[in-house]
């Protein structure tokens, strides 16, 4: 496995292997991985011959008061597990590497963007969306592979590839999850012990929801109501939203008959905010 921290290096590696007749497969990461990250790039290599993993905390993606300086950094964990779960190269930028001093453009994708965490973090997609995009020029990758964990960022992507016609295939990975259903995020090291073991409420909730939703119900707000009124139980959870989109376009629906939805949640254990959502 290779390590490269500049774009003409890293189109020099994609050359070669696309000498040698690979497909090229890529996993976006902010690094700090976890078994989540790593089913992705063991999903990429059964997509590709060659897979490349970008690790970078993205500035541009953070807000002025999120947690952009203290996220956690493992680059050394990081490159070890790549290479265990197959990754071919890893990318890994400086930001002056990757962004232009002076770079003016960004990319917005309007609507899909606007609620749910849009809401709450202002900016946070555009700046994913211009990542991603300078990534997929930047790669030339045939798929890329991200998370259902980020639901409303793969709804971004998928738009974004779709409006700007990116020659890129996207594939959806299930949520990789800990024994107790807390879905993992390189963000659950913040929590408290304490705050870790509350944390177990937030895929309960979301259960609850499709639990009823199986035996017919259908009315939106019945079924946030009946999910968050678990989460009153345990204070130490603060609700940020809930909210059933449909899964293409990211709008509230007032009824999931016929539709394909999710449920998705947002929530604050002390300084750590944790997202999470289930298909319905
Ligand atoms: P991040 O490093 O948090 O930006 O995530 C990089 C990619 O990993 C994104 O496509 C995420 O959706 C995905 N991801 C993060 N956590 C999980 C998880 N628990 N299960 C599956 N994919 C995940």
Redesign the pocket.
Known sequence: MEVVHTIPELREAVARARADGQTIGF???????????L??IRRAKQEAGFVLVSIFVNPTQFGPNEDFSKYPRAFDADQAGCAQAGADLIFAPSTEAFYAADATTTVQVAGVSAGLCGEFRPGHFDGVATVVAMLFNATQADVA??????LQ??AVIRRLVRDLHFPVRIIA?????EADGL????RNRYLATDDRKKAAVIPQVLEVARKLAQSGVTDSAQLCSAATRLLAAEPAVRLQYCEIVDLESMAKVPDISGRKCAIAIACHLGATRLIDNLDL
């Open positions: 996993v976006p990461t902010m690094g700090c991985l976890h078994e989540g990250h089913s992705l592979i991200f998370g259902r964990k980020d960022q793969l990975h299930e949520t990789i999850r879905a993992m995020s390189s």
